[in-house]
């Protein structure tokens, strides 16, 4: 879908977080059934019900859009970047006993909480998508500077996840954000972000998503793949999330992650306002006001 006016910055901003807080919701529900399961209870999710495993009440979200919310607090809080800060707030949030939590991102935590490392050694398990889902107060932070943002991203990255896979994903994911943010002529855009996809699988042939292998696991490449397959085969934010949520498996992530992209390439007008009207309110607030503080920062 091509619009007619070119969403601002902060609609793109705006789209990308409540995007992501509305795919979390979405795709909360079907986590971990199959998309064979889900056409059995659903015939098709598209709207925003709660319940799945983790009995969720309808509009509430997950450590997706709970860590990105930590992250952006933190960066606000100290009116920078400050990776001690940052890894304070999320360890915080944390021992707030959250709903869910990922393995990766616990371990990371308790470690960071006994002996203040801010980087987890390398391993090979780490290839998660933790560190791609809760990345987006970063990108708003410091998209109009390449080299900081990589810094940023990767630094946060580490704090739990140390692995090439993750970090060549994120970066990826990043770059895609910051081109959309910076605007500009809006019908080479879609090229601009395919040319980041193919970027990505030439590094990493392990990315490659066409076709679709479908597979929508937490592994970062089963994840990547879900998305950007779903992103390119649709021409609008809500089929988008529709078509990838209703793969299953770790669902709230991609949906949060297709959510981000698609957010930000369709802009905030383009989520369906059933979606909106649902999500707690409380998230959708102070996701509209970390929007408007990180962009004011701007990389400061």
């Known amino acids: 879908m091509t619009n007619a006016i070119e969403p601002t910055l902060r609609e793109r901003a705006l789209g990308a977080y409540l995007g992501l807080a509305v795919g979390d919701a979405l795709g909360a529900t079907v986590e971990f059934l199959t998309p064979s399961e889900i056409r059995h209870q ?40 400050d990776l001690a800060n940052i890894a304070r707030h999320w360890l915080a ?9 990922g393995n990766t991102c616990r371990r990371g935590l308790q470690r960071y909480g006994c002996d203040g490392s801010l980087e987890s050694p390398f391993s090979d398990g780490d290839a998660g998508n933790g560190a791609l889902m ?8 410091a998209f109009r500077d390449p080299d900081l943002l990589s810094r940023c991203v990767v630094e946060q990255a580490h704090v739990t996840h140390n692995h090439p896979l993750s970090d060549a ?26 040319e980041h996809a193919k970027a990505l699988v030439a590094a990493h042939r392990q990315f490659r998503f066409d076709p679709y292998p479908k597979r929508a696991t937490g592994y970062v490449v089963d994840t990547v793949q879900t998305v950007l397959h779903a992103f390119f085969a649709t021409d609008s934010f809500e089929s988008c999330l529709i078509r990838t949520v209703n793969y299953g498996g770790d669902a709230d992530t991609t949906g ?16 369906p306002a059933r979606w909106l009207k649902r999500l707690d309110a ?13 962009l004011a920062l701007q990389g400061a």
Request: hydrophobic share 50%; charged share 20%.
């Open 42 to 81: 659903y015939g098709e999710l598209r709207d925003i019900v709660g319940g799945g495993w983790l009995r969720l009440r309808a509009g509430q979200v997950t450590d997706d859009t709970q860590m990105s919310l930590a992250l952006g607090a933190a960066i606000l809080e100290a009116g920078g970047w």
């Open 93 to 101: 949030w944390l021992k707030s006993k959250p709903i869910d939590v």
């Open 134 to 141: 809760r990345v987006l107060p970063a990108i708003l932070f």
């Open 169 to 194: 994903a994120t970066l990826c994911f990043a770059r895609m954000l910051a081109d959309l943010l910076a605007g500009g002529y809006w019908r080479d855009k879609l090229a601009q972000l395919r």
């Open 256 to 271: 949060a992650i297709a959510g981000m992209l698609a957010g930000a390439h369709y802009g905030v007008g383009a989520i």
């Open 282 to 294: 409380e998230v959708r607030h102070a996701i509209e006001r970390q929007v408007d503080g990180l």
